[in-house]
């Protein structure tokens, strides 16, 4: 398994060895002693799956303390732009994002930590699974409009179908005002 870091400290792209034979193949998606050994020495306690028609984008999504969630994120089906934003007000990228094509077929990974918003839009229909850190939590939850112009996330998405809920997320600047 190969752990490579970004250009935001504790962001981590993920690549499984995966074993292939004349049956398919096989892979570890997470291994505590490997991810402990990389830096991720969180405890993941809630295992979620959802599907999204193409052209979907949920996001972008944060819990707020006590309830701030590390996610593990990967695909099992199809390929979306995965969409991370460090909100951690003392880092020296707080506002920066990264992003990250995650399909089926590269079974990449991405860990995201607490700290970070989170989003992603499907290119095709996808099945998308993710580990989390803590539980959900709904009275904790916060977000920012995907579509934010300070943020200038490049989704290559023009009508996305967005939820009624995240349609009304605030902005970034609305945000910062109550991060400090
Ligand atoms: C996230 C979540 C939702 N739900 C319920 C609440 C709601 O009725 C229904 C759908 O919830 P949402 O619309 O919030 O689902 P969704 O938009 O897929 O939310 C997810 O988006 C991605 C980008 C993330 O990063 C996740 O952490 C999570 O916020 O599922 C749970 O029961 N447990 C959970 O952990």
Redesign the pocket.
């Known amino acids: 398994m190969e752990f490579k870091k970004t250009s935001i400290e504790g962001l981590l792209e993920i690549s499984p060895r995966i074993f292939r034979d004349d049956r398919g193949y096989f892979f570890e998606s997470y291994s505590e002693t490997l991810f402990k050994a990389n830096g991720v020495k969180e405890t993941f306690v809630?295992d979620?799956q959802?599907f999204s028609t193409k052209g979907v984008l949920?996001?972008?999504?944060?819990?707020k303390a006590p309830f701030a969630?590390g996610?593990l994120?990967r695909v099992i089906k199809g390929s979306v732009l995965d969409v991370a934003v460090d909100l951690r007000p003392n880092s020296p990228t707080f506002g920066k994002h990264e992003t990250f094509l995650l399909t089926a077929e590269n079974q990449k990974m991405v860990y995201?930590p607490e700290g970070f918003a989170?989003?992603?839009y499907t290119i095709e229909e996808a099945i998308f699974s993710?580990k989390?850190t803590n539980l959900?939590d709904?009275a904790s939850?916060g977000g920012i409009i995907w579509n934010d112009p300070t943020l200038n996330i490049d989704w290559n998405a023009t009508e996305p179908l967005v939820?009624e809920?995240?349609m009304e997320l605030p902005t970034f600047e609305e945000l910062k005002k109550t991060l400090v």
């Not at 949920?58 to 819990?63: E, K, S, T």
């Open positions: 809630q979620n959802s949920r996001g972008l999504h944060f819990q969630q996610k994120v995201v989170h989003g992603f993710y989390c959900y709904k939850e939820s809920k995240d």
